[in-house]
C-alpha cells in the first residue's frame, strides 16, 4: 500500500473543484472562462450509492460526537489522513446541512473496536453543507481468503429523511478489483464514485475529499455550475499561519466579496468587498494572531451567489 500511496501522492485529486485549488496560473482569463464556463448538463453529479455489505458486522450505536474533527486520536499509530466533502442534493444545485455523519473503520493493523469507540463517531454537515475529519488510514483485514481493501464506513442522515449506509474506498488500492462490493461498478451498489483518490498534503497528511450526494431538503450553496461567473484559482501558502493570499479571477463586471467561514459556518472575515471588472484579481487576509488554527473555507461571491469554496488550513 506504500507504494499505492506513493502514486497518488503525485495526483491532483481535482475532479472536485469545491475543495481544491484549480491550478490555471498559466492560462488567461478568458480561456479560463472557455474552460470552466460550461453549461449545467457538463456537471458531473452522481448519488451517492449503497454499498453491497451494508452495515457489515462491526457497527456500534451511540457512538460519540467527535471533537475538534479528530476521529483519531493524535497519538494513533498510522497514516494521518483527512476527509472532506459536501453534503448536496440529488440534483447537486444546493448544499444539505446539519446531516448527520456516523463513522467507523479499522485500525492501522484492520482490527475493530468493538468494546469501546476508538475510530467511532459522529459529525454534522455544517451551514455551508461541509464535513471534515482526521482520521489514520484503515488497515485491512482477511475476509475469506483474500483481504478486504481499505474503506471507511459511514451511515449518513439528512435532517426527516432516510439513513444512506455506505462504504469509502481509495484508489490505487490493490485488493479492489477482487473485493465483492468495492469492485461493483453499475447498479445499486455501484462502488466506483466511493473510490477516491488521496494526495499528500505540505504538512504530511493524506487528503481525500469525498462530496455526498443523497435525498434531503438543501439550501442554496456550494453550486460549482456556476464557475464560469469566477473563480478563486489558488490560496498561498496553504497551510498557513499569518497570512494568505487569494488569486481570483471575475468573467463579468460584477458585485464581488470574498468571504471566509469557520467549519460552524460563522463568517469571520470580508475581502475585495466592491464592483470588479472581468480580470484577474488578489487579496491577502491577515487574521487576527488569536483566531485559532483549524480548517476555514474561503468563499467567492458574485452578485449574492457564492459560485466557488476553497478550503484552507491555519496551522
Not at 482569463?29 to 448519488?47: D, R, T
Amino acid at each position: 500500500m506504500e507504494k499505492e500511496l506513493e502514486t497518488n501522492s503525485r495526483r491532483y485529486f481535482l475532479r472536485n473543484t469545491t475543495l481544491v485549488a484549480l491550478s490555471t496560473s498559466l492560462m488567461p482569463l478568458k480561456g479560463m472562462a472557455n474552460v470552466l464556463g460550461q453549461n449545467k448538463s457538463s456537471v458531473v453529479c452522481n448519488e451517492t450509492t449503497l454499498d453491497l455489505y451494508g452495515q457489515g458486522p462491526f457497527y456500534t450505536a451511540n457512538a460519540p460526537e467527535i471533537a475538534i474533527n479528530q476521529l483519531a486520536d493524535l497519538n494513533e499509530t498510522g497514516i494521518r489522513l483527512i476527509i472532506t466533502g459536501v453534503v448536496k442534493t440529488l440534483d447537486c444545485t444546493q448544499v444539505i446541512p446539519n446531516t448527520l455523519i456516523d463513522i467507523w473503520h479499522a485500525n492501522n493493523a484492520g482490527t475493530y473496536d468493538n468494546t469501546g469507540f476508538n475510530l467511532r463517531g459522529k459529525t454534522y454537515s455544517n451551514a455551508q453543507g461541509y464535513y471534515v475529519f482526521e482520521t489514520i488510514l484503515p488497515g485491512k483485514y482477511l475476509n475469506g481468503a483474500s483481504y478486504r481493501p481499505r474503506h471507511i464506513h459511514f451511515k449518513i442522515t439528512p435532517p426527516g429523511f432516510p439513513t444512506l449506509i455506505t462504504q469509502l474506498y481509495f484508489e490505487g488500492d490493490t485488493d479492489i478489483p477482487g473485493d465483492a462490493a468495492a469492485s461493483v461498478t453499475s447498479g445499486n451498489f455501484d462502488a466506483t464514485s466511493r473510490i477516491i483518490p488521496i494526495t499528500l498534503n505540505s504538512d504530511g497528511k493524506y487528503e481525500g475529499t469525498w462530496d455526498i450526494v443523497l435525498n434531503g431538503d438543501g439550501i442554496t450553496g456550494v453550486q460549482d455550475i456556476n464557475l464560469n461567473k469566477g473563480i478563486i484559482y489558488s490560496a498561498s501558502p496553504n497551510p498557513f499561519t499569518n497570512s494568505v493570499e487569494f488569486n481570483y479571477g471575475i468573467y463579468n463586471a460584477s458585485s464581488v466579496t470574498i468571504q471566509i467561514f469557520d467549519l460552524e459556518g460563522v463568517m469571520v472575515a470580508t475581502l475585495d468587498e466592491s464592483f470588479q471588472q472581468a480580470q484577474k484579481y488578489s487579496a491577502t487576509w491577515t487574521p487576527d494572531p488569536n483566531l485559532p488554527a483549524g480548517i476555514y473555507f474561503s468563499a467567492l461571491k458574485i452578485n449574492d451567489l457564492h459560485v466557488h469554496y476553497l478550503k484552507l488550513m491555519k496551522v
